[in-house]
Each structure stands twice: as C-alpha cells, then as structure tokens.
C-alpha cells in the first residue's frame, strides 16, 4: 500500500511534535532558597524533610514546597535506576568472564 500525499502531509503535522517539542516553561518558586546540591537519595531524604518543615512554618508555600519535593523525587527514582543498572552491568560482566566449565552439576 502506497501513502497518498494527503495522509504523508498528515503523518508529517503528527509528528512534527515529537521532533520539535516545545520547552517547558521555566518555574521559579516565590522565595529564593539556599538549597545545597543533592549527589545521593540520602541527601535527597534529608532535603525532603527540610522542605516540609519549611512550608509547615509557611516560609515557603505548598506549591512550591511540592515541586521541590517533587523534583527531589525525580532525582532518587534516576539515582536508583542507575545503581540498579551499574549492578545488572557488574554481574552481566562477571557472567560473562566466568567459564563454562565452572558451570558443571555437582
């Protein structure tokens, strides 16, 4: 089956927005915070907790609060995948140096 021109000019205008996105909008909060930069889920927990203290005491709004939070969140789900696959990496490596002959049933 051959595309018409029509339904070529369409597949091209529903693509067009996974070639060209459009960047998000930049969000800023309300109140400037002085927010050390997390390397690790640890540090990522603790800011949490920094952050929830600080809208209970309505320094920062909830909102705010929550995309940080949010953030923080994102940040320990990719940390952790990538543990994770450091470690599939690791043990595929060393599978695959092993040899066959220590494979042998008992």
Same mark, same amino acid.
């Given at each position: 089956?051959?595309?018409?021109?029509?339904?070529? @000019?369409?597949?091209? /205008? +529903?693509?067009? &927005?996974?070639?060209?996105?459009?960047?998000?909008?930049?969000?800023? /909060?309300?109140?400037?915070?002085?927010?050390?930069?997390?390397?690790?889920?640890?540090?990522?927990?603790?800011? @949490? +907790?920094?952050?929830?203290?600080?809208?209970?005491?309505?320094? /920062?709004?909830?909102? =705010?609060?929550?995309?940080? /939070?949010?953030?923080?969140?994102?940040?320990?789900?990719?940390?952790?995948?990538?543990?994770?696959?450091?470690?599939?990496?690791? &043990?595929? =490596?060393?599978?695959?140096?092993?040899?066959?002959?220590?494979?042998?049933?008992?």
């Amino acid at each position: 089956m051959v595309a018409t021109l029509d339904h070529r @000019i369409q597949a091209a /205008i +529903a693509l067009c &927005v996974y070639y060209y996105p459009k960047p998000s909008p930049t969000r800023y /909060i309300s109140k400037p915070l002085a927010l050390p930069v997390v390397t690790n889920a640890s540090e990522a927990a603790e800011q @949490i +907790a920094h952050i929830e203290v600080l809208v209970a005491k309505g320094d /920062i709004t909830i909102e =705010d609060g929550d995309a940080l /939070i949010k953030n923080l969140h994102s940040f320990v789900a990719v940390y952790s995948g990538a543990g994770l696959e450091a470690i599939v990496n690791r &043990v595929r =490596d060393e599978l695959q140096n092993e040899t066959v002959s220590e494979f042998r049933p008992n």
